[in-house]
């Protein structure tokens, strides 16, 4: 995919699970296989997660095209470059680093960068992100994003901090263009497979009712 496929897919989606911990190969891809069957199209694997590059290599090299499938945790050019070698399809930061987003630029990847501010978000935007990363979005909640939208309604948003399956309508209410979800879906210590696909389907489900309710 390019970049604009890449953006498209995960607007599409609207979750991106967040994989963070020490996984055994075997059970990152017993996790894809769950949040595939979920209906999570878009996983993130953290870089300070253990083995976090050849657990990218794992996935890619198993679902292809079936799960789109980045790196998170992205803080240098070192990172993005480790990344894309991994397989990476897209990257996430938890800052805006500028030297790093004009490397994903120059090789033609999405990258979303963290933003809380709306300057931060404006010169992510202007250095050509189409999509940031809002975080931590649960410190001020929907109300904060909507009136971060209100002048910077061109910014695709993507809150991450706190997002679940009960208060994820409100942020679709305020303008959210897609998602991160950490613990809510994917826990550190994850052993019940079967439970990982249902939390999945839930939030999935959460998401497509909001967005039928509220137009997005």
């Given at each position: 995919?390019?970049?604009?496929?890449?953006?498209?897919?995960?607007?599409?989606?609207?979750?991106?699970?967040?994989?963070?911990?020490?996984?055994?190969?075997?059970?990152?891809?017993?996790?894809?296989e769950?949040?595939?069957?979920?209906?999570?199209?878009?996983?993130?694997?953290?870089?300070?997660?253990?083995?976090?590059?050849?657990?990218?290599?794992?996935?890619?090299?198993?679902?292809?095209?079936?799960?789109?499938?980045?790196?998170?945790?992205?803080?240098?050019?070192?990172?993005?470059?480790?990344?894309?070698?991994?397989?990476?399809?897209?990257?996430?930061?938890p800052?805006?680093?500028?030297?790093?987003?004009?490397?994903?630029?120059?090789?033609?990847?999405?990258?979303?960068?963290?933003?809380?501010?709306?300057?931060?978000?404006?010169?992510?935007?202007?250095?050509?992100?189409?999509?940031?990363?809002?975080?931590?979005?649960?410190?001020?909640?929907?109300?904060?994003?909507?009136?971060?939208?209100?002048?910077?309604?061109?910014?695709?948003?993507?809150?991450?901090?706190?997002?679940?399956?009960?208060?994820?309508?409100?942020?679709?209410?305020?303008?959210?263009?897609?998602?991160?979800?950490?613990?809510?879906?994917?826990?550190?210590?994850?052993?019940?497979?079967?439970?990982?696909?249902?939390?999945?389907?839930?939030?999935?489900?959460?998401?497509?009712?909001?967005?039928?309710?509220y137009?997005?």
């Amino acid at each position: 995919m390019n970049a604009t496929q890449v953006d498209a897919a995960l607007r599409r989606s609207g979750i991106i699970a967040i994989v963070r911990g020490n996984f055994p190969h075997e059970t990152l891809l017993r996790i894809g296989e769950a949040l595939r069957k979920g209906g999570v199209a878009a996983v993130e694997v953290t870089l300070n997660s253990a083995g976090a590059l050849a657990g990218i290599e794992a996935l890619r090299r198993h679902f292809g095209e079936e799960l789109l499938v980045g790196a998170g945790t992205v803080r240098t050019v070192a990172d993005v470059d480790a990344a894309l070698s991994a397989g990476a399809a897209f990257l996430v930061s938890p800052n805006f680093d500028p030297e790093s987003v004009a490397r994903s630029r120059q090789v033609g990847v999405v990258h979303l960068p963290g933003v809380f501010t709306a300057s931060e978000a404006q010169a992510a935007h202007a250095a050509g992100c189409r999509l940031v990363k809002l975080f931590p979005a649960d410190a001020l909640g929907p109300v904060y994003l909507r009136a971060l939208r209100a002048p910077l309604d061109d910014v695709g948003f993507v809150p991450t901090g706190g997002i679940d399956a009960t208060n994820l309508a409100e942020y679709v209410r305020a303008g959210a263009a897609a998602f991160g979800v950490g613990g809510a879906l994917v826990r550190k210590d994850e052993d019940d497979i079967e439970a990982l696909a249902t939390r999945a389907r839930a939030l999935v489900g959460a998401l497509r009712r909001a967005r039928e309710a509220y137009g997005s």
